[in-house]
């Protein structure tokens, strides 16, 4: 795990105090769409299928300022589309980082080289670069040659120039653990930060509806890549979320953790799913049928989402929530996970039952909750 200090204390006093008020719902990252232009067609990108005419439109820097406020979250992530396209999103930075929110910005990267000079390295800014995997699969992903060599050179730039730099990949049907092994491999060898992973999620409005991943087969291929996983490997992601793509552990979707703000409002439910949107952010958390949504409520579309957007905000809650997550969190921190046993059980594809850590936990976030970044 490798998440700033100032960032974990920032998260922990959030936490504190939403638990001293009483509040069982409460925020703790701010999804930030300013836009939806891209300069890429993502196949599996639910995000840019919009009329030419919003496509063409902006949040302007005060009305981002005032959802940042209205909010309260201790964190944002601007993701998109493309938020290096924005004309003003160096004033939008700038002003997110002077409230001393902790802001990653996602990007593609085609631009951010030659954007570097307009931010000012600071703790409160990361970027958060895509990388869907390897060469091969990223530029498949983003349905264009060349672009994983683009990012490559934009991570170097970045952290030669003193920048904090994260990267976030997104998994889909074929990706060959082995192949994603040497990957991470490759990335901290760039010196990035922290590595972010979550299997994809079928956007309605997705072009390619044949590679995302189902619950199942989601937890056999992480089993697969994170199973005696190197030191070496740093995730911007707590421990249990990590287990829990394993299928180790049994979170339930927290979709208010990580309220969406974007041209048409607060979005509902979350993130990856827009039914309606609210004029307010209190309007949002007190409005909206929070039952109707997660795999317990049955909804079919959350039966194989197993996205960080939802899920770290349930490792949160399951860590506060008694001393018994406190002392699983920092076992798994301190110790890691299990091994898994050998044996038929062991291979690929089939479950291994872990040891268990607390009952019933899917814990930790604990001060350590990272971004959350766009999921394709």
Wanted: aromatic share 10%.
């Amino acid at each position: 795990m490798s998440v700033p200090v100032g960032q974990m204390m920032a998260v922990l006093r959030h936490v504190a105090v939403q638990r001293l008020r009483g509040n069982d719902r409460y925020p703790l990252v701010l999804m930030l769409e300013p836009l939806f232009r891209c300069n890429l067609a993502c196949g599996g990108c639910g995000k840019i299928q919009h009329p030419a005419e919003v496509l063409r439109s902006n949040l302007t820097p005060e009305q981002c300022f005032q959802a940042v406020d209205e909010c309260g979250a201790p964190m944002v992530s601007i993701p998109g589309g493309e938020p290096l396209l924005h004309p003003q999103i160096e004033q939008i930075v700038a002003g997110i980082v002077a409230r001393k929110r902790y802001l990653y910005l996602c990007t593609n990267a085609i631009k951010l080289e030659e954007m570097l000079p307009h931010f000012t390295p600071s703790p409160y800014l990361a970027f958060s670069v895509h990388l869907d995997g390897p060469r091969e699969e990223h530029d498949a992903a983003v349905c264009r040659d060349g672009i994983f060599d683009m990012a490559v050179s934009a991570i170097r730039a970045a952290r030669k120039a003193g920048f904090r730099v994260t990267t976030n990949s997104t998994l889909f049907t074929d990706a060959n653990p082995e192949r994603y092994r040497r990957f991470f491999d490759e990335v901290m060898a760039l010196g990035v930060e922290g590595m972010m992973i979550s299997p994809g999620y079928s956007y309605a409005k997705a072009p390619d509806q044949e590679h995302f991943l189902r619950r199942e087969r989601s937890q056999s291929l992480f089993r697969r890549i994170l199973d005696n996983a190197p030191a070496r490997w740093k995730f911007n992601q707590s421990p249990v979320f990590l287990e829990f793509l394993k299928g180790a552990w049994d979170l339930e979707c927290r979709p208010w953790g990580t309220p969406t703000y974007n041209l048409f409002g607060w979005q509902r439910p979350c993130y990856l799913l827009d039914e309606s949107y609210a004029t307010t952010f209190r309007e949002l958390m007190e409005e909206t049928n929070w039952d109707a949504y997660g795999r317990a409520s049955g909804n079919p579309k959350c039966q194989d989402c197993m996205v960080h957007c939802g899920y770290e905000p349930a490792a949160v809650e399951a860590t506060f929530r008694s001393l018994g997550g406190l002392l699983a969190t920092a076992r798994l921190m301190l110790l890691g996970p299990p091994k898994p046993k050998r044996g038929p059980a062991a291979l690929p594809g089939h479950a291994v039952p872990q040891p268990a850590l607390g009952s019933t936990l899917g814990a930790n976030g604990l001060p350590v909750l990272p971004v959350l970044d766009r999921v394709a």
